[in-house]
C-alpha cells in the first residue's frame, strides 16, 4: 500500500480489501486495533486505536512520534504515519472481556508527504522483492524458529530454570511444555498460520513449531507474529518463553533456520531433477551468492553479542561458509526434494534477528549471485568440525564472524548488503550495535569474577 501516496486515498475511497477489513471488525465486535510494525532492531511495537478508528486509518493514516523509536528519525524530524497493510488483518484469539476483541494489523511506515520511510524495516524487504519481481521471481520462504521455555521466580522475573527435561523429539510426561506448545499451535491457527510440526529440540526447555512457507514478506510478518504469541501463550501459563540465541551456556542454542526457493510463471526455478541435488543452475548461483554475503549479512541475522555464543563448533549451529547435502556443520544444506519442494535451507540466522532485514539481506545476496554468476564451489559432505585449518584452506572454506563487531565490519564492507539495507538503515543499524558493544565493554561478568577475582 505505500507505494503510493496516502493523501490521494480520499480521492480513490477504500479498497474492497480495506472494507472487507471494516465488515469484519462489526461482524467480530472488535472494539480495538493494533498497529503494529518494528523498529531496526525488530522489536515489535504498536499503537492501539478505537476500531472506530481504522477506516481513518487506511484513508489517511495514523501519526506517530518517530523519533521515539529505535533508528528512525531524529526529534527534529520526528513526526510520521502508519499505513495499515489490510491484508495482515487477524483477530486476535484472546479477548479483553468476554464480548468484545482486539485485533492487529501490520503496518509500513511513511513520511509525512505518504512516501515509504527508507528506514521502515518492512520497507526494505519490500524494496529487495520488487528488484526479485523485476528479475522476474517471486520469493517463498520457511522459518524454523526456536525458543526455550523457562521457569519463573517467586518474583514472577525469568530464570534460566528449563520448564521441563525432555530431549530432542521427546513426548510427555518428559516433554512438560506440550500443552503450552499446544496452545500455541491452536492460538496460530486461528490466527491463520498453517501449521506443519511441532517438536521438542535437542536441550531441555527448548521448542520449534514449524509453520508452513510462504512468500518472503508473509514470512517476516508471521515471524513477528509468532514471536509474539509464543511469548503471550507463555505469559498466561505462568512461564517465561525467550528467542535469545544462547541462553545457557554448554548447550544448543536457538536458531532460526530458513527454507528458500524462487519461483517465476514456469514454478519452481530452483528445480531441475536432472540434478545430483535436484537443483538449478539458478538455485546454485543464488547459493553462491548467500555463500559469497555471508560475513557481512551475518551482522543482520546473527544481531547480538549473545548469538556469537551460539556459532561455535559442537552444538549444531553452522560455523563455517560451505554447502552440503548432509552436513549440518554447513551455513548451507541441501535437503532430499525435489520438483515444487527443490529448496535450500540457511542455518546461521537465529530468532533475535529482524525478521525483515534478515530476509531481505539474504534474498539480495542471493540476487546478486544470479546477477554475477557466483559459483558456490562443491558440496563437502566430510564432517568439518574435524578439518584442521590446511584442509579447510584445501577445500576453499572460511569461516563466519566470530563476533559482533567481526560482522559490523564485514557488514560496513559489502557494498551489496549495504544497498540492501539503504543507507539510513545501515547507518542507524551500525550505530545500535556499536553502543550495544561499547556498553557490554564495560559489563564484568560472573565468568571474570569467578576466574579472576580469587587468583589475582
Request: charged share 30%; net charge negative; proline share 5%.
Amino acid at each position: 500500500m505505500t507505494d503510493g501516496n496516502i493523501a490521494t486515498k480520499k480521492e480513490v475511497g477504500l479498497s474492497k480489501e480495506e472494507q472487507e477489513v471494516l465488515d469484519e471488525i462489526e461482524r467480530e465486535n472488535v472494539d480495538f486495533v493494533r498497529l503494529q510494525f518494528t523498529d531496526i532492531t525488530g522489536t515489535v511495537k504498536n499503537v492501539s486505536i478505537p476500531a472506530h478508528q481504522v477506516e481513518k486509518a487506511f484513508d489517511e493514516g495514523i501519526w506517530f512520534d518517530g523519533s521515539s523509536i529505535e533508528g528512525f528519525a531524529r526529534i527534529q524530524e520526528s513526526d510520521m504515519r502508519l499505513d495499515p497493510d489490510p491484508s495482515t488483518f487477524t483477530v486476535l484469539p484472546w479477548r479483553s472481556d468476554g464480548d468484545t476483541a482486539s485485533a492487529r494489523l501490520i503496518c509500513d511506515v511513511v513520511n509525512t508527504d505518504g512516501t515509504p520511510f527508507d528506514g521502515g524495516p518492512r520497507q526494505v524487504l519490500k524494496r529487495v522483492l520488487s528488484k526479485a519481481r523485476e528479475m522476474g521471481y517471486t520469493v517463498s520462504i520457511g522459518p524454523e524458529p526456536e525458543f526455550f521455555l523457562f521457569e519463573k521466580d517467586e518474583e514472577g522475573k525469568a530464570t534460566t530454570v528449563p520448564h521441563d527435561s525432555g530431549g530432542y523429539f521427546d513426548l510427555a510426561p518428559k516433554d512438560m511444555a506440550s500443552d503450552v506448545r499446544r496452545e500455541v499451535i491452536f492460538t496460530l491457527e486461528q490466527m491463520g498460520f498453517e501449521i506443519e510440526a511441532s517438536h521438542h529440540e535437542v536441550a531441555d526447555g527448548q521448542h520449534e513449531i514449524n509453520f508452513k512457507y510462504d512468500d518472503a514478506l508473509s514470512a517476516a510478518d508471521n515471524i513477528a507474529t509468532f514471536r509474539a504469541v509464543v511469548r503471550a501463550v507463555a505469559e498466561q501459563n505462568g512461564i517465561h518463553a525467550t528467542f535469545m540465541p544462547k541462553p545457557i551456556a554448554e548447550i544448543n542454542g536457538s536458531g532460526m533456520h530458513a527454507h528458500i526457493s524462487l519461483f517465476d510463471e514456469d514454478g519452481n526455478t530452483f528445480a531441475d531433477d536432472e540434478d545430483e541435488f535436484n537443483l538449478s543452475e539458478t538455485a546454485y548461483k543464488f547459493m553462491g551468492g548467500v555463500l559469497e554475503h555471508a560475513p557481512a549479512f551475518t551482522a543482520i541475522t546473527n544481531p547480538t553479542i549473545n548469538s556469537y555464543k551460539r556459532l561455535i563448533p559442537g552444538y549444531e549451529a553452522p560455523v563455517y561458509i560451505a554447502w552440503s547435502d548432509v552436513n549440518r556443520s554447513a551455513l548451507i544444506r541441501v535437503p532430499d526434494a525435489a520438483g515444487t519442494s527443490s529448496r535450500f535451507e540457511i542455518r546461521s540466522p537465529d530468532p533475535s534477528c529482524n525478521p525483515y532485514l534478515a530476509l531481505a539481506v539474504i534474498i539480495e545476496a542471493g540476487l546478486d549471485g544470479i546477477e554475477n554468476d557466483i559459483d558456490p564451489g562443491t558440496p563437502v559432505r566430510d564432517d568439518i568440525y574435524e578439518f584442521d585449518e590446511e584442509k579447510r584452506e584445501e577445500h576453499g572454506i572460511t569461516l563466519l564472524p566470530g563476533r559482533l563487531m567481526d560482522a559490523l565490519d564485514a557488514l560496513e564492507a559489502d557494498e551489496v548488503v549495504c544497498e540492501a539495507l539503504g543507507d539510513h538503515v545501515t547507518e542507524k543499524f551500525i550505530e545500535a550495535k556499536q553502543s550495544e558493544y561499547d556498553e557490554y565493554k564495560t559489563y564484568v561478568s560472573g565468568w571474570e569474577k569467578a576466574k579472576y577475582l580469587e587468583k589475582f
